[in-house]
Nanobody, 124 residues
Framework: QVQLVESGGGLVQAGDSLTLSCSVS????????VGWFRQAPGKGREFVAH????????RYGDSVKGRFTISRENAGSTVILQMNALQPEDTAVYYC?????????????????WGQGTQVTVSS
């Protein structure tokens, strides 16, 4: 079992930056890949970014490439999502997600574990 706890959401203005954190704990956590999804009102969950346990093999969704950066701290047990140049369309609930290396990031139902989510609101 893996536990994921997000923090760092809030209300910002367009162009601002925000940092989200996800604390990862549980058994055999180093065998899992961890990443972020988001869900805007009335829409499905969208892949944002993911990283291997060592912080390598990073990938990003097309809508956030060049603006968001995923990284790992504390020997991999904290996953950071640095969000720059935020826009109103980035408004969503952001979820930390984890699963085996076979996880398909384009298929949210293949995620094994979800955090509770943290709200990010970007005003224009």
């Amino acid at each position: 079992q893996v536990q994921l706890v997000e923090s760092g959401g809030g209300l910002v203005q367009a162009g601002d930056s925000l940092t989200l954190s996800c604390s990862v704990s549980g058994r055999a956590v180093s065998s899992y890949v961890v990443g972020w999804f988001r869900q805007a009102p009335g829409k499905g969950r969208e892949f944002v970014a993911h990283s291997g346990w060592s912080g390598t093999n990073r990938r990003y969704g097309d809508s956030v490439k060049g603006r968001f950066t995923i990284s790992r701290e504390n020997a991999g047990s904290t996953v950071i999502l640095q969000m720059n140049a935020l826009q109103p369309e980035d408004t969503a609930v952001y979820y930390c997600a984890a699963g085996p290396k076979s996880l398909r990031w384009d298929v949210p139902r293949t995620v094994s574990f979800w955090g509770q989510g943290t709200q990010v609101t970007v005003s224009s």
